[in-house]
């Protein structure tokens, strides 16, 4: 099993930026590539950002782009999720997850952190 814990969130003024980080146990992400997702009140659960086991290859929702930024350190067991020029519809509540190479789903998901962006 893996767990995954996110940390980082927090109250942000809008133009702020805030860095979230993912930490990995139990299992390396060596082989999983990694997500972003989010969720705000009301409404469901989308796709934010995502990076291939190896780092080599990202992408991100159209709503985030050019201000998010995902990376990956395999050796500290972490993925990262900078978020710059933070806008009020950009809170959520923010979770990562795993997704093991070679399947379609993500298998493992943490239980979220807070990101409240003030206008």
């Known amino acids: 099993q893996m767990q995954l814990v996110e940390s980082g969130g927090g109250l942000v003024e809008a133009g702020g930026s805030l860095r979230l980080s993912c930490a990995a146990s139990?299992?390396?992400?060596?082989?999983?590539?990694m997500g972003w997702f989010r969720q705000a009140p009301g409404k469901e659960r989308e796709f934010v950002s995502a990076?291939?086991?190896?780092?080599?290859?990202?992408d991100y929702a159209d709503s985030v782009k050019g201000r998010f930024t995902v990376s990956r350190d395999n050796a500290k067991n972490t993925v990262y999720l900078q978020m710059n020029s933070l806008k009020p519809e950009d809170t959520a509540l923010y979770y990562c997850?795993?997704?093991?190479?070679?399947?379609?789903?993500?298998?493992?998901w943490g239980q979220g952190t807070q990101v409240t962006v003030s206008s």
């Open positions: 990076i291939t086991w190896s780092g080599g290859s990202t």
């Open positions: 997850a795993a997704r093991r190479i070679g399947q379609q789903e993500y298998g493992y």
């Open positions: 139990g299992r390396t992400i060596t082989n999983y590539a």
